[in-house]
């Protein structure tokens, strides 16, 4: 099936970069152009985003411009909900590239900047809207947005909504809309909370589900199982080794993202951390040099797992696993992207086999797991480890206790980039240090 057939027109399917229709484009486009409610489910990277972008876009360049000329400047027709401030960037990018030079106004709001140029860009007028919740809320009270027009209604990565407790919040914004406008729920997942709240939002609506438990078939999944205080070698050493240019490595919380960051940078891999603790300028900037190629790494927290879009990106890492199956296919969900082939590799500890086997369970398929030559578990610890542990137990005394496992990780993974640097050919010990000041930008 091609696009001509989807109801939409030339002009706009020559702007949206596609070459043929995705499955969840092909099931949700028609609905939506017919006016119907939908609750769509499909798994990440297929191209939800231009599921329902395309067809609002065609709604709103065949309605009568006079119409939209007439209404407020402040009040949108379209509004798109999403749960973090990088999809909300990433959606509004997808609608100027499908608009092109048509005069439809495209703004995107979120928390984490300053408010101040978002209120003058929806003053001067704006079409279409995509909000976070939070700071749509402070923008309607502060009267410089009203939904009192929204003609559709679109809340993307729904699942995600209801993890960071947004629940709420959609249904007030469900209130304060007309009484007549079509609603749109994507999701990458089909929870019965999911089925509750949709309900609660759309009117009789079709159910588009295309097995998002599934991993997408463009992305070759691995593991690697090795000493856990060893990842962090290992990583430094595969990044050099194979001279990688763009790995985005994911962790379970930001203590280890800024520990992973420091062990690379030691290496004098050229990378940036990603996570909520970082102002909204440094997270930016960190993916903006990480889609131009000027560092090689990105380590990021489940904060990326959703809404980063890097084009052709070629490996994710899962330095550790996720809490749950869903969380390990969104992340690996970045890479593998709009027709593109991905490669997906879990670095797996002895103690994380077992939940790994959950994950395959809910995928339905059994991974290839391999030795790490060199890095075997309870293989002896090179030198290097024996010697920094020494010089830690001279430092801290005889009557220091001993110190737990995360922090024996953090001392092997420096120890570790050491002996990595001499495998992969990055910088000795002795200019480690100019090598970390010059070999990655802030």
Same mark, same amino acid.
């Given at each position: 099936? +091609?696009?001509?057939?989807?109801?939409?027109?030339?002009?706009?399917? $020559?702007?949206?970069?596609?070459?043929?229709?995705?499955?969840?484009?092909?099931?949700?486009?028609?609905?939506?152009?017919?006016?119907?409610?939908?609750?769509?489910?499909?798994?990440?990277?297929?191209?939800?985003?231009?599921?329902?972008?395309?067809?609002?876009?065609?709604?709103?360049?065949? $309605?009568?411009?006079?119409?939209?000329?007439?209404?407020?400047?402040?009040?949108?027709?379209?509004?798109?909900?999403?749960?973090?401030? !990088?999809?909300?960037?990433?959606?509004? !990018?997808?609608?100027?590239?499908?608009?092109?030079?048509?005069?439809?106004?495209?703004?995107?709001?979120?928390?984490?900047?300053?408010?101040?140029?978002?209120?003058?860009?929806?003053?001067?007028?704006? /079409?279409?809207?995509?909000?976070?919740?939070?700071?749509?809320?402070?923008?309607?009270?502060? #009267?410089?947005?009203?939904?009192?027009?929204? !003609?559709?209604?679109?809340?993307? #990565?729904?699942?995600?909504?209801?993890?960071?407790?947004?629940?709420?919040?959609?249904?007030?914004?469900?209130?304060?809309?007309?009484?007549?406008?079509?609603?749109?729920?994507?999701?990458?997942?089909?929870?019965?909370?999911?089925?509750?709240?949709?309900?609660?939002?759309?009117? !009789?609506?079709?159910?588009?589900?295309?097995?998002?438990?599934?991993?997408?078939?463009?992305?070759?999944?691995?593991?690697?199982?090795?000493?856990?205080?060893?990842?962090? #070698?290992?990583?430094?050493?595969?990044?050099?080794?194979?001279?990688?240019?763009?790995?985005?490595?994911?962790?379970?919380?930001?203590?280890?993202?800024?520990?992973?960051?420091?062990?690379?940078?030691?290496?004098?891999?050229?990378?940036?951390?990603?996570?909520?603790?970082?102002?909204?300028?440094?997270?930016?900037?960190?993916? #903006?040099?990480?889609?131009? &190629?000027?560092?090689?790494?990105?380590?990021?927290?489940?904060?990326?797992?959703?809404?980063? /879009?890097?084009?052709?990106?070629?490996?994710?890492?899962?330095?550790?696993?996720?809490?749950?199956?869903?969380?390990?296919?969104?992340?690996?969900?970045?890479? %593998?992207?709009? &027709?593109?082939?991905?490669?997906?590799?879990?670095?797996?500890?002895?103690?994380?086999?077992?939940?790994?086997?959950?994950?395959? +369970?809910?995928?339905?398929?059994?991974?290839?797991?391999?030795?790490?030559?060199?890095?075997?578990?309870?293989?002896?610890?090179?030198?290097?480890?024996?010697?920094?542990?020494?010089?830690? +137990?001279?430092?801290?005394?005889? &009557?220091?206790?001993?110190?737990?496992?995360?922090?024996?990780?953090?001392?092997?993974?420096?120890?570790? +980039?050491?002996?990595?640097?001499?495998?992969?050919?990055?910088?000795?010990?002795?200019?480690?240090?100019? %090598?970390?000041?010059?070999?990655?930008?802030?």
């Amino acid at each position: 099936m +091609s696009f001509s057939t989807l109801g939409l027109s030339p002009e706009l399917i $020559s702007h949206s970069g596609y070459s043929e229709p995705t499955p969840v484009q092909r099931e949700a486009i028609p609905l939506l152009l017919k006016g119907r409610d939908l609750l769509a489910c499909a798994q990440t990277g297929t191209g939800k985003t231009g599921a329902f972008a395309l067809p609002l876009v065609e709604k709103l360049l065949q $309605s009568d411009p006079s119409g939209r000329d007439s209404k407020q400047a402040n009040a949108p027709t379209v509004l798109v909900l999403t749960p973090t401030r !990088e999809l909300a960037i990433q959606v509004g !990018e997808a609608f100027k590239l499908f608009i092109g030079d048509k005069p439809l106004n495209v703004a995107m709001v979120f928390g984490g900047v300053n408010i101040s140029p978002q209120r003058k860009l929806l003053a001067q007028g704006v /079409d279409i809207l995509i909000a976070t919740p939070g700071r749509l809320f402070d923008l309607m009270y502060q #009267e410089y947005v009203s939904l009192s027009q929204v !003609e559709y209604l679109v809340i993307d #990565e729904a699942d995600r909504m209801l993890d960071m407790g947004f629940v709420k919040d959609i249904q007030r914004v469900k209130r304060n809309l007309p009484l007549e406008h079509q609603s749109a729920m994507f999701s990458a997942t089909l929870t019965p909370e999911i089925g509750v709240l949709a309900k609660t939002m759309l009117a !009789e609506p079709v159910q588009v589900n295309l097995e998002a438990n599934k991993a997408n078939q463009q992305i070759t999944q691995r593991g690697v199982l090795l000493d856990p205080r060893r990842k962090s #070698e290992y990583l430094a050493e595969m990044i050099g080794k194979q001279n990688l240019k763009q790995v985005l490595v994911f962790t379970g919380s930001k203590q280890l993202a800024d520990q992973v960051l420091r062990e690379l940078q030691l290496d004098g891999i050229a990378c940036a951390v990603l996570h909520g603790d970082r102002t909204q300028a440094r997270r930016s900037q960190a993916l #903006e040099d990480f889609k131009s &190629g000027a560092i090689r790494a990105l380590v990021a927290t489940d904060v990326a797992a959703r809404g980063l /879009d890097i084009a052709a990106l070629p490996l994710v890492v899962n330095f550790d696993l996720p809490m749950n199956p869903e969380d390990y296919l969104h992340r690996i969900g970045r890479t %593998g992207r709009a &027709g593109h082939s991905g490669e997906a590799l879990t670095l797996l500890s002895p103690s994380e086999r077992l939940a790994f086997k959950a994950i395959e +369970s809910h995928m339905g398929e059994k991974l290839n797991i391999t030795h790490a030559e060199g890095y075997e578990p309870g293989a002896p610890l090179p030198a290097r480890y024996e010697m920094m542990d020494s010089k830690h +137990s001279a430092h801290t005394g005889s &009557g220091h206790k001993k110190r737990h496992n995360g922090d024996k990780h953090r001392a092997s993974g420096r120890g570790a +980039s050491q002996r990595g640097s001499q495998k992969s050919g990055a910088k000795s010990s002795s200019n480690r240090k100019s %090598g970390q000041q010059s070999g990655w930008k802030r």
